[in-house]
């Protein structure tokens, strides 16, 4: 008699399945990821004597009314700028972040932000329900509408929801939820996979939104299989130094809204408090007449936003020399300071270089480029940049300041913060209104020489 139960190697990077073990997954290339699941064997003819299968309906896209999203808006405008405008009925939305980044803080901080007349239901299977109990005490959240439910069952949760039918469902975490079918043990990627699929057709069949909590492994990326960001409709991700106060939240997929908006928030003993103006923020506590400094303009979605970078030239006591960067991309760094020893003269090839940027903000944009390049000449001169220079512009391997978007608002909310002299590429300088030209001394450069001899 054949065994009713069998043994499958699951990938959990990406989910490969395989009846046999592989030290390397042949599908994804990572190195001792499959994990033994076991299984039990379908019974034959099964599927014939399930009974009739449920019909599905087909309509014509011509005749589907679309009245416009329903969204609830959570109270925190910083959360709602990432989502797109809220959260939508009926969506799947992940939230991932570090331990201890403020993932199941805000999820609770909602729970009170949220309209009255909404009910919630907030399912933990990491906490106990007297353990919420304290840290909403220490949040201040009262909401007669929070009804929490310590579980990690997936299919008692699904039915207390069809039951109760609230408006907004938390599952915290996803890594700690299972269904008892299966044999494989909770956050094995089975269970994630599975409950996940469970969660998604509660929401999309009873249109009610349902926020996950999903951890992170080591290597920053989603634990579970490589299919839980495809399944959901949203990924949020929860990003800061575990040394300062700031958070910044941010959008990797979104099918409602952009995912170039960011949400700026500050963990207080009271919970994360928004930051309405993140610019003002990044450049608290600058120094002044401090060499090795410039301030940058990037656009984060549709808010321009500044930051501080700091750069440190010194002579190096190794053969080789040391390059460090921290929120600022390594390979682009390199490839600036080649171009400074070819095109601008200055020679940084005995010269330990360290670029830093402050308040934890990862510069991804090109326009960034000349503040780096303004920083680095500055420390390595000991010259300071005054502190009412603004600069940004892509730099080129010919030593070229190349154009960047968005110009006007990068400027506008420069002169906001008190800026008087803005350097700019050339070919910015032309489309500017004529008010931004009286405000600030704005200065269009087509080379970095220009951009040194208008800064230092």
Known sequence: MASKLHSVYVCRNCGYENPKWYGKCPQCGEWDTMEEEVRSAAKPGKADTAGPARKSHVTKICEIETTGEHRYLTGLSELDRVLGGGIVKGSLVLLCGAPGIGKSTILLQICQTLPEDLSILYASGEESPHQIKLRADRLGVTSEQLNIMGENDAELITEEIRSRKPGLVVIDSIQTMMLTELSSSAGSVTQVRECTNLFLRTAKELDIPVIIVGHINKDGNIAGPKVLEHIVDTVLYFEGDSNL????????????????????????????????????????????????????????????????????????????????????????????????????????????????????????????????????????????????????????????????????????????????????????????????????????????????????
């Open 245 to 456: 106060t700031y958070r910044i939240l941010r959008a990797e997929k979104n099918r409602f809204g952009s995912t170039n908006e960011i949400g700026v928030f500050e963990m207080m003993d009271r919970g994360l408090i928004q930051v309405e103006n993140p610019s003002k923020m990044m450049l608290e506590g600058r120094p002044t007449g401090c060499p090795g400094s410039c301030v940058a303009s990037v656009m984060e979605g549709m808010r321009p936003i500044m930051a501080e970078v700091q750069g440190l030239v010194t002579a190096t006591g190794f053969g080789n020399a040391r390059r460090m960067s921290n929120g600022f991309d390594y390979n682009r760094l390199n490839v600036i300071l080649a171009v400074l020893e070819k095109r601008g003269g200055y020679y940084f090839s005995n010269m330990d270089v360290y670029v830093n940027v402050i308040g934890g903000l990862k510069l991804y944009e090109p326009s960034s480029d000349l503040s780096v390049a303004l920083a680095l000449v500055s420390s390595l001169k000991d010259t300071a940049v005054p502190e009412d220079v603004l600069a940004f512009g892509e730099i080129g391997l010919a030593g070229e300041v190349r154009s960047v978007s968005f110009c006007e608002q990068r400027i506008r909310e420069a002169i906001r913060l008190g800026f008087h002299r803005i350097i700019i590429p050339k070919y910015n300088l032309k489309n500017l209104a004529d008010d931004l030209k009286q405000s600030a001394e704005i200065i269009g450069v087509r080379y970095i020489s220009e951009a040194f001899e208008a800064a230092l």
